[in-house]
């Protein structure tokens, strides 16, 4: 088959759909990439097309951060630049496979009479009763709450972020949307997260939690990162991914305060271009650029980090215990599940954290309190979430989503 990819998003949005590909590949299957260019050389490096569509996702993440209304604004400016890369390319494909912030393809597939599924990386982003929308995820309010949470951001989207794509639709001759949330979801879902962190939801687009899409990143350890991790004892990673940082000197600071002060060694991910000399010594360790998560965590006694669909799932697949510091959206219902699951301390919010909080917690990750469930949470992490979702694929010209029957896991490992 030839086989579509469309993700807009950071790279978290992107690595576990490099990982989908690999799989695809493997199986025979030709893919083609369509994404923001920050991501193009990456995925061209790892052997497939891609085509670039729309700003930097880091250039629109400043927008998508200063409120409602930028957030809304930006996105409607993307989409016409979605339609025009894309309908070509849906054109060229068998079955399209679309995640993150992408908005032509529920259209355009629906205009050419293409499969199409589109992926979910967090239960808490799919249209239910059991959650609120992702930017209130870190409340739990009543289900009837929840459910107007879903209604008012689809009433609110119809008259911004659908503009364009409504316009759209009326050139094609289709009639316009009926609801945001089954129009995204057309086709069917794809949940690409651990069974075990959280249940699929009850929602009226039919769903296939296949487990998350693992990357097997390849590149070793930097000399300098392995050889601070064999120069003492295990220390704690904290690290925040993608999310934009204002005053990542700060950051830093108050991390090695906190660090100090609890007496545990710290691994940080961020800008060390200016890191005193003073601050790299024995117990606390500038690593700079992303890190191959796989490698590194089992090598720690704990995960500090932002709380990506992706970083919580490896943090969970290491088995050490981790603390969560979300900034946005679906972060805040991952904080939740990993408190209620055992796996950390309660998360403490971007905008609260400071080294007065973050001290007793990084005491409470290496407590030993957490390591039984983190061990036992560790083996329960489903790996074959690929091939899952290839087999899925596969038979996409299906009407009715369903999951794999082992027959269909077997033949697509």
Known sequence: MRVLLATFGTRGD??????????????????????????VAWVEGDGFRVVPCGLPYSELLVELTQGLGRAFAALANQIPA???????LVDEADVVIAASLEYATSTLCEQKRKP????????????????????????????FINALTWMLAGFAARFSVLRPVEKERRLRGLPPIANIWTHTGSG????SFADNLAPTPSTPVPIAQV????????RPLAADVDAFLQAGPPPVYVGFGSMLDQSPAHTRALVATAAKAAQVRVLFAGPRADVPVDERDDSFFVAGGPLPHRAL??????IVHHGGAGTTTVATLAGVPQLLVPHEVDQFFHGRRVEALGLGP?????KKLTAQNLEPALRSLVSG?????????????????VAAAVALIEGAAQQTLRSPSPKQLAASA
């Not at 590949?25 to 923001?36: D, E, N």
């Open 82 to 88: 979605q339609f025009a890369a894309l309908d070509a």
């Open 116 to 143: 199409r599924r589109y992926v979910s990386y967090s239960p808490c982003a799919l249209w239910s009763s059991a959650n609120p929308i992702p930017p209130l995820a870190m409340f739990t309010p009543p289900r």
């Open 297 to 302: 965590f089992p090598r720690c006694a704990a």
């Open 369 to 385: 309190a957490f390591n039984a469930t983190c061990r036992e949470h560790a083996g329960r992490v489903r790996t074959d979430g």
């Open 211 to 218: 487990g998350p899409w693992l990357f097997d990143d390849d």
């Open 188 to 191: 069917g879902v794809l949940l």
């Open 14 to 39: 992107v690595q576990p759909m490099l990982a989908l590909a690999r799989g695809l590949r493997q199986a025979g299957h030709t893919v083609t990439f369509c994404m923001p260019p920050d991501h």
């Open 346 to 350: 309660r998360a403490i919010f971007r």
